[in-house]
């Protein structure tokens, strides 16, 4: 008896669940369309995005961003500045960045008939990420289907709590700071955080109701979708006579799962943490796996009444992987790419910056600039650096290769655009490191014409890390941040206190802590920095 009264309850459930998801999925349709009629105003761009992502604001740091849930951790442009894009103080500075996610040629890789040979060939490598060439920017992230009342409650739009923008609406992403953004318990009714809690840093075990900083949004994606999706290009191929965005790529079945962090302390209210858990959903394990950070940072892009600003001829780029310390008498990894004007004297710098990733895997060569190689825990760290422009590269037709090529350090049949100065900026000397280009070298294509060397008139980096051995089922730990700062030093000081806050170097003592802190207050900032 108690047997099937068991099997009833649980059919029950099932049936109750059930019915319950279809009613979200509904609901969350109606929702998302409240935008639908808003007039002419809203692009194929904007009338798609109503239709599918969730987004978040965060707001309650001195760094703003928002984001939505396409892999972009940054607004689309029709939408800024009511969506702050890494805003601060009086500029924004980032008009994209993006995660990407690479695979080589395998197993895994679909064939295609190719008519030239008459027989199937490998599709070969492909990068889950954003593409940005002339007229088109597409992704091969979205919103993970089934997720509302999963994953957030999908009863707040941006509208209800932000100014209402012009080109469309959408349910906004668990926000620590609104419990009716969360999702309910299906059994109980109660709304949970979907998210991660702060650890205890003695036990290591999770705190009830600690966030992670004082304002978390959690937001998750896939590239199960739009991954095959082929973007027309039909204008293009008639102007450049050249085959653009040839090849797709496909799905990797990449579930990224991101809480984004913001603190409202005045040593890290200039760092926005993205902490992402990535999940391989496929039956495949995969090998020499790369992920990449792709972003375009202009110092600055916008000040907060949209007038784009006068950034070009002027901009710089360079990175930092590992550097010592002298007060400290240590090495740092700061694994660290920032980018300034020396035009704009009254514009920051930002930085963005690898604070964890996955760990290497006896590769023999010493990450961290400890002296010492392989050691337990180490981690890969920032292992590509390049500068990477649409505009450099238009006669490239085999998209996704390029893309997996750049993010790998792989130069295969790449000279011609080498020898030109389009990527892979070699040394000096006439030496190529494929892994890290040259800052001083970089130059951009643009429009027909060269500029100096060193200079850009975007920022286009891409970074990356790897390679990586990533089974079925496996989760890699990826955390990275935004830093705006006022000066080099305090950018290496914010990035400094970073990896403390985050936990990633609990083996330093306290004292190590408060000589970071003092170096923080030693650097030049304004009154609302200085803590102590």
């Known amino acids: 008896m108690k047997s099937q009264t068991f099997k009833f309850l649980y059919i029950f459930c099932f049936f109750i669940l059930f019915f319950q998801n279809l009613f979200f999925i509904q609901n969350n349709l109606n ?80 064939e295609i008939w190719d008519a ?45 709590l932000y100014k209402p923008l012009q080109s469309f609406d959408f349910p906004l992403a668990a926000n620590s700071e609104f419990e009716r953004t969360w999702p309910r318990n299906p059994f109980t009714g109660i709304r949970e955080w979907p998210g991660r809690w702060k650890k205890d840093p003695i036990t290591g075990i999770p705190t009830q109701n600690l966030f992670l900083g004082d304002q978390d949004i959690f937001i998750a994606f896939d590239d199960k979708i739009f991954a095959y999706q082929l973007h027309p290009i039909n204008d293009l191929l008639d102007q450049n006579r050249t085959i653009f965005s040839a090849q797709q790529g496909y799905t990797i079945g990449a ?46 892009y916008y000040d907060e009444n949209m007038i784009y600003t006068d950034r070009y001829y002027t901009e710089r780029t360079n990175y930092i992987k590992n550097q010592l310390n002298l007060q400290l008498n240590e ?78 350090g792989d130069t295969t049949g790449l000279d011609y655009l ?64 935004a830093i705006v700062a006022d000066s080099i030093a305090e950018l290496k000081s914010s990035a400094q206190i970073k990896l403390h806050c985050i936990g990633i170097a609990q083996q330093k003592t306290l004292k190590t802590l408060l000589l970071i802190i003092m170096t923080l207050k030693d650097t030049k900032f304004t009154e609302r920095h200085r803590i102590l």
């Open 255 to 300: 579930e990224v799962l991101a809480q984004v962090v913001g603190i409202s302390e005045a040593y890290a209210s200039n760092v926005v943490i993205c902490d992402l858990k990535i999940i391989n959903t496929s039956e495949w394990n995969y090998h020499d796996v790369y992920l990449g950070l792709y972003y375009e940072a202009d110092n600055p």
């Open 418 to 481: 080498i020898r030109n100065r389009r990527c892979f900026f070699k040394n000096t000397d006439g030496s190529l490191d494929p892994n890290f280009d040259n800052p001083s070298r970089i130059r951009t294509l643009t429009r027909g014409w060269w500029y100096s060397e060193g200079v850009v008139d975007h920022i286009s980096n891409l970074m990356s890390c790897g390679p990586i051995n990533w089974a079925s089922g496996d989760t890699l730990d990826f955390v990275f941040a």
């Open 31 to 110: 929702t998302q369309n409240l935008s639908q009629n808003k007039g002419a105003a809203s692009s194929q761009f904007t009338q798609s995005l109503q239709n599918e992502l969730i987004g978040g604001v965060l707001d309650k740091s001195d760094l703003k961003m928002s984001f939505l849930s396409n892999g972009r951790f940054c607004p689309p442009e029709e939408v800024i500045p009511d969506l702050p894009s890494a805003f601060y103080k009086k500029f924004g500075y980032l008009r994209f960045l993006d995660l990407w996610i690479g695979i080589p040629d395998g197993p895994w890789a679909p």
């Open 331 to 408: 090495i740092i990894p700061y694994n660290l790419s920032y980018s300034k004007s020396y035009y704009r004297e009254d514009a920051g710098i930002l930085g963005v910056q690898f604070v964890k990733t996955p760990l290497a895997e006896n590769d023999e060569i010493d990450n961290d600039g400890d002296g010492v190689t392989d050691e337990p825990g180490e981690e890969l760290g920032l292992t590509g650096w390049h500068f990477f422009q649409e505009y450099n590269i238009l006669t490239l037709g085999n998209r996704e290769k390029l893309q997996y090529q750049i993010l790998s």
């Open 116 to 160: 030239d040979s008459q027989q199937y060939v490998s599709l070969g490598p492909t990068v889950s990420g954003t593409i940005y060439e002339p007229g088109i920017t597409g992704t091969d992230w979205s919103p993970i289907v089934g997720t509302r009342g999963v994953y957030y409650s999908g009863e707040v739009l941006y509208s209800h």
